[in-house]
């Protein structure tokens, strides 16, 4: 059970990488982030560039416009 998680948020995933927790309002997601990892034998999180999301991008605003 492996998993890639990639996102663009680079604040975000950097929050995930820590071993602190966050005290900010976003802190429970980070933990809920962190521990549903654990539950894979190996997880990581990756950053990726806007330009590389494009496609992602472009398919998810199609389904918000056709109510998928």
Do not use: P, Q
Not at 52 to 64: E, F, P, R, V, Y
């Amino acid at each position: 059970m492996k998993v890639e998680i990639e996102g663009g948020a680079l604040s975000i995933i950097r929050k995930l990488w820590r071993e602190y927790d966050d005290k900010f309002e976003i802190g429970a997601y980070i933990r809920d982030g962190k521990w549903l990892s654990k539950r894979f034998h190996t997880c990581k999180f990756k950053y990726i560039y806007r330009s590389m999301n494009s496609i992602a991008h472009l398919l998810a605003t199609k389904g918000l416009k056709r109510g998928d």
